[in-house]
C-alpha cells in the first residue's frame, strides 16, 4: 500500500538557521506529493505542492523537490524564523479522486 | 482562518457518555471529511462525503457515526468510546474528491 516516512521530531533550530525536513514515500502509481504545515491551534493547511518527477513546489520561502529516483520529497527552507514553528506533514495522493496519505508529521521549534 | 469551522474546541467524556462533534462550512465545498490525529501516527482517514453520501469510510469502529445532514454540515457522533480514542479529531472540506483540503482547527477529545 502507499506509505509516507517523516523523519522524527522535534527539530529545533535557531532563528536563521537551515532547514531540511526528510519525507520518502512508496506508492503503487505516480502520486502528487504535498506539505501541510499544522500551526499550534490550528488545522493543517496546503504550504506546497509537486505533481510530477522533477516538479519543485514552493512557497513562504519552503521548497521541495519531487525525486522519483529516490522516492523523496524533502522539505528545506533557507532561513527559518521563529514563527514557522509548527508540525509539518508530508503526503501523497494516487489517482485524481483519491484519499491523501500522510506522514506522522515532524514538529519544527525555532528559536532566537 | 481556513472558512471550516469545528466545536467544541475540546471535550472530555466518559466511557459511557454520548457527544457529538461538528463541523461546518460555507465555502461551497461538496466533499467533507473526518480525520483522526494521534501522537507519532499518521493522520488517519475516517469517513468521507461527496454531495452528502458516504464515499468512504475506512474500517472506523462502530461507536463512531458520522451524519452529513446537508453539504455544509458534517457531525461525528460518539458513542461508547474508549481511552485509546482520545485523540484530535480534524474536519476537512474540498471542492470535490481529490481538490485541496481546507481543515478546520480540530476538536481534541480526552476519553477517560
Known amino acids: 500500500g502507499d506509505s509516507v516516512t517523516q523523519m522524527e521530531g522535534p527539530v529545533t533550530l535557531s532563528e536563521e538557521a537551515f532547514l531540511t525536513i526528510n519525507c520518502t514515500y512508496t506508492?503503487?502509481?505516480?502520486?502528487?506529493l504535498f506539505w501541510y504545515v499544522q500551526y499550534p491551534g490550528e488545522g493543517l493547511q496546503l504550504l506546497l505542492k509537486a505533481t510530477k518527477a522533477d516538479d519543485k513546489g514552493s512557497n513562504k520561502g519552503f521548497e521541495a523537490t519531487y525525486r522519483k529516483e529516490t522516492t523523496s520529497f524533502h522539505l528545506e527552507k533557507g532561513s527559518v524564523q521563529v514563527s514557522d514553528s509548527a508540525v509539518y506533514f508530508c503526503?501523497?495522493?494516487?489517482?485524481?479522486?483519491?484519499?491523501?496519505?500522510f506522514g506522522t508529521g515532524t514538529r519544527l521549534q525555532v528559536t532566537l | 482562518e481556513t472558512g471550516v469551522t469545528q466545536t467544541p474546541r475540546h471535550l472530555v467524556m466518559g466511557m459511557t457518555n454520548k457527544k457529538s462533534l461538528k463541523c461546518e462550512q460555507h465555502?461551497?465545498?461538496?466533499?467533507m471529511y473526518w480525520y483522526k490525529q494521534s501522537a507519532k501516527k499518521p493522520l488517519e482517514l475516517m469517513f468521507v462525503y461527496s454531495l452528502e453520501e458516504r464515499v468512504e469510510n475506512n474500517s472506523v469502529p462502530s461507536r463512531f457515526s458520522p451524519e452529513c445532514p446537508n453539504s455544509s454540515h458534517l457531525f461525528l457522533h460518539l458513542h461508547t468510546l474508549q481511552p485509546e480514542d482520545s485523540a484530535l479529531y480534524l474536519c476537512a472540506s474540498s471542492l470535490s474528491r481529490g481538490e485541496k483540503l481546507f481543515f478546520g482547527s480540530g476538536t481534541q477529545l480526552s476519553v477517560l
Open positions: 506508492a503503487t502509481g505516480y502520486p502528487s
Open positions: 465555502l461551497g465545498h461538496n466533499a
Open positions: 503526503a501523497l495522493m494516487v489517482g485524481t479522486a483519491s484519499k491523501l496519505t
